[in-house]
């Protein structure tokens, strides 16, 4: 029986699985809708779409890399110890060799592609995860870097992933250092790699924000853009990278540690994973009450 929109619809409706899980439950069932319901508990795919709505702000930041293209990526989950899952960690190497292999643009993007190419669509991939593993699941943010065989990739994670950084030493095959410089970030997290980068409307607000603090601690007016610029340049300091007492020898600015590399840092993705995220918040007591309650 041929399976159409329709069809594949009123499935959906039913069992809130997503298209392409239903429409191979129908094609596999040929089309019969009772036991393409089943076939969809059977694979656990109805219990993990009933999932999506849950909080995942745990999880691990992964990197991969091939050859001169390298990614970092985040994957969510509902508490930390799924992070040490075998098939959770399966499903972080797949996810890193699809994206550098394929290189989507966006997150929607790749959940639309097939698997390596090929095979299922991503997003059935993350699915069939969920209904194994038995929590919400989800690639939430990616960053792809690309170099020449001139440069060296700076790539570190973090405790095993909970901070995950990239950068791209240009001008120098000098792993070792390009990973120093990633160790920084990680720990330091400048929002910056110069003050070049920095908007003129930030430096703009800083510095009238440390005039007026300085009028209001009583210095004489004509010493305060003095003051003001001598601060202004600490708080550069502080989050630019370049321009930070490098981790490792704090006697020197990593611009310093990095020019004698033989290279330069334009740019870094530093990902933590839950940043911005509301994470439940609940406690045993409650979350057995919630369920004497039902």
């Known amino acids: 029986m041929a399976v159409n929109a329709k069809m594949v619809k009123e499935l959906r409706e039913k069992t809130g699985a997503g298209m392409m899980d239903c429409k191979k439950a129908l094609t596999e069932t040929d089309g019969n809708m009772e036991e393409a319901m089943a076939w969809l508990r059977e694979k656990g795919i109805s219990k993990a779409q009933k999932k999506a709505d849950r909080v995942a702000a745990e999880g691990a930041a992964a990197i ?48 639309e592609q097939k698997l390596h190419g090929e095979g299922e669509v991503l997003s059935s991939y993350i699915t069939d995860v969920v209904a194994k593993i038995g929590e919400k699941i989800s690639l939430r943010r990616f960053s792809i870097q690309e170099k020449t065989d001139n440069d060296a990739f700076g790539a570190y994670l973090h405790m095993g992933g909970n901070i995950g950084v990239l950068t791209v030493l240009e001008g ?71 321009e930070q007492d490098f981790v490792k020898d704090p006697d ?43």
């Open 64 to 111: 991969e890399v091939s050859g001169n293209t390298a990614v970092l990526f985040e994957v969510n989950c509902e508490t930390d110890f799924v992070t040490k899952n075998d098939q959770f960690k399966k499903l972080l190497q797949e996810l890193g060799q699809h994206l550098v292999n394929q290189k989507p643009a966006t997150v929607e993007e790749a959940l």
């Open 172 to 242: 120098s095959t000098d792993e070792a250092a390009a990973k120093d410089v990633a160790m920084h970030i990680a720990a330091v997290n400048p929002r910056y790699v110069s003050t070049d980068a920095i908007p003129e409307e930030e430096i703009n607000s800083e510095r009238e924000m440390l005039k007026t603090q300085a009028l209001n601690e009583g210095k004489p007016e004509n010493i305060v853009e003095k003051m003001v610029e001598g601060r202004l340049n600490k708080f550069f300091q502080e989050i630019c990278l370049l």
């Open 252 to 294: 020197q600015k990593v611009k310093q540690f990095v020019k004698s590399s033989g290279g330069s840092v334009n740019s870094f993705q530093r990902f933590e994973v839950g940043e911005g995220m509301q994470k439940r918040e609940e406690n045993f007591a409650d979350e057995v009450m919630s369920q004497v309650k039902k």
